[in-house]
């Protein structure tokens, strides 16, 4: 196992894991093009949870505006503490971008929804397709 940052030559393999998740699915798939990935890359960091040479989940904290823009595992490997460790990365991502709070979205009753509470998110309201708002205060030492 390893954990590294993203390159533009992952893309194909995020985009693929970010079509195989169980909830918080795109149902338009162009609302995050390749492109917009490697737009992100730009400016951003992408983690990665790599095993044999396959990414079995990713993270991404958006620098310009504290969000934490995405956290995705492999179904195959929920359950194994990748999504703890990868959202532990994006939240350090926005600390030393000097971010004391951070912003995520997800569908309610899910179990993302179900693991950002009980990783101490607080549920600030909904977007306006029904989103759930999570926010959480940033503190060095903090596992996000």
């Not at 909830?23 to 492109?35: G, L």
């Not at 890359?41 to 620098?63: K, N």
């Not at 503490?81 to 997800?106: D, E, K, Q």
């Not at 009753?109 to 029904?130: I, L, N, P």
């Amino acid at each position: 196992m390893r954990i590294r940052k993203a390159v533009l030559a992952d893309i194909p393999d995020l985009m693929r894991l970010r079509a195989a998740v169980r909830e918080n699915r795109h149902t338009e798939p162009h609302k995050v093009s390749p492109e917009d990935v490697a737009e992100f890359l730009q400016s951003g960091e992408i983690w990665i949870w790599e095993e044999r040479q396959r990414i079995l989940g990713f993270s991404a904290g958006d620098t310009q505006i504290g969000w934490v823009w995405a956290l995705f595992v492999d179904p195959e490997h929920e359950g194994r503490g990748l999504g703890r460790a990868l959202l532990s990365l994006a939240c350090r991502s926005l600390i030393r971008a000097g971010f004391s709070s951070a912003t995520l979205t997800t569908d309610p009753g899910t179990r993302a929804a179900r693991f950002y509470q009980r990783a101490g998110w607080t549920d600030s309201g909904r977007t306006e397709d029904g989103e759930i708002i999570f926010t959480r205060r940033l503190e060095i030492g903090s596992d996000g």
